[in-house]
């Protein structure tokens, strides 16, 4: 038995006849027993037939007709493409969000500081995919995105919001670290910039890819601290503890994790899967699921 409330709500998509034949039969019996469902269905149908009304009675400009035509009819061209691009990119800049703009850039003054003090690139190495990891599992669900409502109703898909979002943070996390690269090898002569550069870009990479993916299904907490997890542990030296004596199998599966780091083809490679399995992940991740059930 159904309870009354779930009536109700049924009641719009009733009307327009979106409910399956067995709902829809269910409702129209209820409909004969509740007087207060009635009602509410009279008020539903004078709300439509408002809209319908109000439809037919307001005409758009000419103009409009004439732009949207010729909007359609004009060739794709990649000057265009170029400016929808950008349009898009800058209207998903304030609905990222704000507070970790200047958290990371101070994480990483801090991560510079340190490096340049002890006059050691791996501070830079360690802090740079750990800040990059934070930002993009900060980027994408319900609780990150303050116009998650708005965002699913427009006729642009998640998956290129989630692209464009992508985009922007990658490409101020590379910049940052690509700044704090520079000021390292400014301070420390004997490091060559590049040198530095490749010992954190894979694994920044993949890292922030795998905190983004986690992040659509368990929620930005949890696949910060799992990323954080799987990172930290390759600094964990295993052969110096007694529990990899007395548990070998499961210390060898580690010391693979602490391997997998230092692979950077590897490393490339698993952002590249990641990556495709994020923008497959927008319609079945759990943010997704929610929109099916709004």
């Given at each position: 038995m159904r309870a009354h409330a779930w009536f109700e709500e049924q009641l719009p998509f009733f009307l327009n006849g979106q409910l399956d034949p067995s709902e829809q039969t269910e409702v129209s019996a209820h409909l004969r027993e509740c007087s207060a469902c009635r009602e509410e269905l009279a008020f539903w149908q004078g709300v439509s037939a408002e809209v319908e009304q109000q439809e037919?009675?307001?005409q758009s400009p000419q103009v409009v007709t004439e732009t949207v035509i010729l909007h359609v009819k004009h060739p794709l061209s990649l000057w265009r493409i170029l400016k929808d691009v950008c349009r898009l990119l800058i209207l998903q800049v304030p609905l990222v969000r704000q507070d970790m703009w200047p958290a990371s850039a101070l994480?990483?003054?801090?991560?510079v500081a340190v490096a340049v003090v002890t006059e050691r690139t791996s501070v830079l190495y360690f802090v740079a995919p750990m800040v990059a990891a934070a930002m993009l599992a900060l980027i994408y669900g319900v609780d990150n995105d303050p116009a998650n409502e708005l965002t699913l109703?427009?006729?642009?898909?998640?998956?290129?919001?989630?692209f464009a979002r992508m985009s922007l943070v990658s490409a101020f996390n590379l910049g940052?670290?690509?700044a704090a690269s520079l000021a390292v090898v400014l301070f420390l002569p004997q490091v060559t910039f590049w040198g530095l550069v490749l010992t954190w870009l894979a694994p920044m990479a993949f890292l922030s890819m795998l905190a983004l993916v986690l992040s659509m299904w368990v929620g930005s907490s949890n696949a910060v601290a799992l990323t954080y997890g799987?990172?930290?542990l390759q600094f964990i030296p295993l052969q110096q503890l007694r529990l990899f004596s007395t548990l070998p199998a499961w210390m060898q599966k580690v010391s693979w994790i602490q391997d997998l780091w230092q692979n950077n083809l590897?490393?490339?490679?698993?952002?590249l899967c990641l990556f495709i399995l994020a923008l497959l992940g927008t319609r079945f991740s759990s943010f997704s699921l929610t929109r099916r059930a709004v």
């Open positions: 037919r009675s307001i994480m990483m003054i801090i991560g109703a427009t006729a642009t898909s998640p998956a290129i919001i989630l940052l670290t690509l799987l990172w930290v590897v490393l490339l490679i698993g952002t």
